[in-house]
Structure formats: C-alpha cells, structure tokens
Nanobody, 122 residues
Framework: QVQLVESGGGLVQAGGSLRLSCTTL????????MAWFRQAPGKEREFVAA????????YNPASVKGRFTISRDNAEKTVYLQMNTLTPEDTAVYYC???????????????WGQGTQVTVSS
C-alpha cells in the first residue's frame, strides 16, 4: 500500500504564502505522477497542480497559474505546493494524490492523502 501524508496547512493573511508538503510512505514514489486538488465548502473538488513522475512536466489551471508552483524531490519522496499571493478564495482543504497517469482528473489518481486545511483571512 501507499500512504500520503500532507503537512504545511494553516492560517495565513491575504497576500501571504504557504508551502504544503506531501510525503509518500511506501517503496514506490519516483514512478508516480503527483497532483494537488482542493475542495472549498459547498464546492466540487478542484484540480490545482500536477507533476510528471520525473518532474519534467507540470501543469496549473488558470485560477492558480503564476501563483502556485508544484515541485518534487524524489530522493525525499515528497511533493510540494508553493502557494504565493494567497486570497480568501484559496481557502479549502488541499489534497495530495498519486497515480500512474499524469492527469488533471481526480479519477486517474489511485492514492490520496487525508487533506490539510488552508485558511486565508482578509
């Protein structure tokens, strides 16, 4: 089995930054594509960022493009989400996901973390 453990969430003022981490517990990490999704109260889960297994490719939707950056350290079996210029609209539970396919779709990811709360105050 693969277990993902997120950390780094918390409270931050609008305009501030946070860095989320997701560490993979298990033998396999470097072969997985990784992604971040978020879900705000009353809204559907939303794609935030994805990175290919070797880190050569990344993708962000327009809502976070230029503000959020996904990266990975395969030696540490960890994926990161650097979030800058945060706004109250970024408030959500953020989930880390791992899968065999580099994709923006939730259904393509096999393993999920428990989520970490990010709250941005105005």
């Amino acid at each position: 089995q693969v277990q993902l453990v997120e950390s780094g969430g918390g409270l931050v003022q609008a305009g501030g930054s946070l860095r989320l981490s997701c560490t993979t517990l298990g033998r396999t990490f470097s072969t997985y594509s990784m992604a971040w999704f978020r879900q705000a109260p009353g809204k559907e889960r939303e794609f935030v960022a994805a990175i290919s297994s070797n880190g050569a490719s990344t993708y962000n939707p327009a809502s976070v493009k230029g503000r959020f950056t996904i990266s990975r350290d395969n030696a540490e079996k960890t994926v990161y989400l650097q979030m800058n210029t945060l706004t109250p609209e970024d408030t959500a539970v953020y989930y880390c996901a791992a899968g065999d396919t580099y994709s923006i779709f939730q259904r393509r990811y096999n393993y999920w973390g428990q989520g970490t709360q990010v709250t941005v105050s105005s």
